[in-house]
T-cell receptor, first 112, second 111 residues
Framework: DGGITQSPKYLFRKEGQNVTLSCEQN?????MYWYRQDPGQGLRLIYY???????QKGDIAEGYSVSREKKESFPLTVTSAQKNPTAFYLC???????????FGPGTRLLVL | QKEVEQNSGPLSVPEGAIASLNCTYS??????FFWYRQYSGKSPELIMS????GDKEDGRFTAQLNKASQYVSLLIRDSQPSDSATYLC???????????FGAGTRLTVKP
């Protein structure tokens, strides 16, 4: 069963804590993306990766970090430097950077 | 700065009517255009993609692209209550590695 999985579905972060959101795909897609969505707003790009061991900053990369050690995996770490992390985080993948992006189910991050 | 604009709505139509959703974008170097549907609390799902001027039909959905006027629209015929969702327009540009999204239009189809 091919697709994109994200975990956890809900994540709670304490002040000063780093948390990592998981994104895995078995679609054999080269490109992967992380977006942030705030209520009533569109998606904003945090980071993207076109190939393994390479990634680029998007519009709102400050306070976030990523890694791409495997083609299938693109985890996102929300660091303590991100002062307003409460949002819906969406991971997507595509065959290449010009192709249709398909989304995972999302992770909702809340601050305690 | 590449921008994608949508009327946030809400747009309300009666069941069985045609819903018309519009999107404008700022740069003529645009390449590909996408419409996604997003139910409340869920992730976006692709409805249609369109790459060249004109109309593209898929079931009850028709995407219309006019590059000269820099707009893309989505028509939903015979609207159903299950079509009630937020519709996101997305655009990619030549030699660019990201996809820009509009803020979305919230559609409500009333029985």
């Amino acid at each position: 069963d091919g697709g994109i999985t994200q975990s956890p579905k809900y994540l709670f972060r304490k002040e000063g804590q780093n948390v990592t959101l998981s994104c895995e795909q078995n679609l054999n897609h080269d490109a992967m993306y992380w977006y942030r969505q705030d209520p009533g707003q569109g998606l904003r790009l945090i980071y993207y990766s076109q190939i393994v061991n390479d990634f680029q900053k998007g519009d709102i990369a400050e306070g976030y970090s990523v890694s791409r050690e495997k083609k299938e995996s693109f985890p996102l770490t929300v660091t303590s430097a991100q002062k307003n992390p409460t949002a819906f985080y969406l991971c997507a993948s595509s065959m290449s950077e010009e192709e249709t992006q398909y989304f995972g189910p999302g992770t909702r991050l809340l601050v305690l | 700065q590449k921008e994608v604009e949508q009327n946030s709505g809400p747009l309300s139509v009666p069941e069985g009517a045609i819903a018309s959703l519009n999107c404008t974008y700022s740069d003529r170097g645009s390449q590909s255009f996408f419409w996604y549907r997003q139910y409340s609390g869920k992730s976006p799902e692709l409805i249609m993609s369109i790459y060249s001027n004109g109309d593209k039909e898929d079931g009850r959905f028709t995407a219309q692209l006019n590059k000269a006027s820099q707009y893309v629209s989505l028509l939903i015929r015979d609207s159903q209550p299950s079509d009630s969702a937020t519709y996101l327009c997305a655009v990619t540009w030549y030699n660019n590695n990201d996809m820009r999204f509009g803020a979305g239009t919230r559609l409500t189809v009333k029985p």
